[in-house]
């Protein structure tokens, strides 16, 4: 009679084959599940705005995909997608963005949506800015009163369109009363009104912005301020390791018209911050 200890031995080899072979697939699964992301490249607007807290729950409650969204300024962006370090680029510079896809680096544009950018400022309007007409005259008037104002300085969409704004008004900022934060447009904002000091923001930021004070909106409406927002996914010709196949499924999503309609349904305050665009591609 073989003993008890022996049989134990002779089927502790079958056994770790047994237990290898479930784990495998359980590991791979998991290895798998771990890949069902993608990195979206965005601007800070998108973010402090709380849309993406507002919408990608529901993306990801039907597709089973999460988006790890890095919210910087569009020209950080642009240079994390360009470096291929993410899937999809979802900013609002419209130059940029066409150039991102001409280079190689994107497979295609699409308009997603738009806002405006205002300007904002103490309630006592120091510059006078809110009795201008129109955002190239009340830039001019904060640069005649030399009246502090707070940019972002930070290559971002909004940065590039203030700094296109002063130029049409043939001004060039950048004496003492002009300051760079450097930093998003949540935290320029929280600058300005700490120095008293004139800003130009998105109006989602600013809608969504809860540190108001005395401040508010003294120049908007002009056609210049008109913000549209665009979506890419990266080419993963350029970069292999981009997952286009989940990047795909998110453009599709947010320019489908369940995206657009959520677009349209996000408020705050009872204001709709973004009004989507979504038309084809460019």
Request: hydrophobic share 45%.
């Amino acid at each position: 009679m073989v003993s008890a200890t022996l049989l134990r031995l002779a089927r502790r080899p079958f056994l770790a084959l047994a237990a290898a072979a479930i784990a495998l697939p359980l590991a791979i699964g998991a290895a798998q599940a771990d890949e069902t992301f993608i990195t979206v490249a965005s601007t800070t607007s998108t973010a402090n705005s709380g849309l993406f807290e507002y919408m990608l729950p529901k993306f990801e409650e039907q597709t089973g995909i999460e988006v790890r969204v890095v919210a910087v300024g569009t020209g950080q962006a642009i240079r994390l997608a360009r470096n291929g370090d993410a899937d999809v680029l979802f900013v609002h510079h419209k130059p940029s963005e066409e150039k991102f896809v001409a280079e190689g680096f994107g497979v295609r544009r699409f308009d997603v949506m738009y806002n405006d950018f205002v300007l904002v400022g103490p309630t006592d309007d120091p510059a006078g800015v809110a009795g201008t007409d129109g955002v190239e005259a009340a830039l001019q008037a904060i640069a005649e009163a030399e009246a502090p104002f707070a940019s972002r300085g930070d290559d971002s969409g909004t940065h590039k369109r203030e700094q296109s704004l002063w130029k049409a008004a043939g001004l060039e900022p950048g004496s003492d009363w002009y300051r760079e934060t450097g930093s998003g447009m949540g935290a320029t904002l929280n600058t300005a009104v700490g120095m008293g000091a004139y800003s130009m923001t998105d109006r989602g930021t600013w809608l969504a912005f809860e540190n108001k004070a005395d401040y508010r909106i003294v120049s908007q409406g002009d056609p210049q301020l008109f913000n549209q927002y665009g979506i890419i996914a990266v080419s993963k010709e350029k970069f292999p390791h981009v997952k286009l196949d989940l990047a795909q499924q998110f453009v599709d999503w947010v320019i489908s018209p369940e995206g657009q309609k959520l677009i349209a349904s996000y408020e705050r305050g009872g204001e709709q911050l973004f009004f989507p665009n979504a038309g084809g591609a460019s």
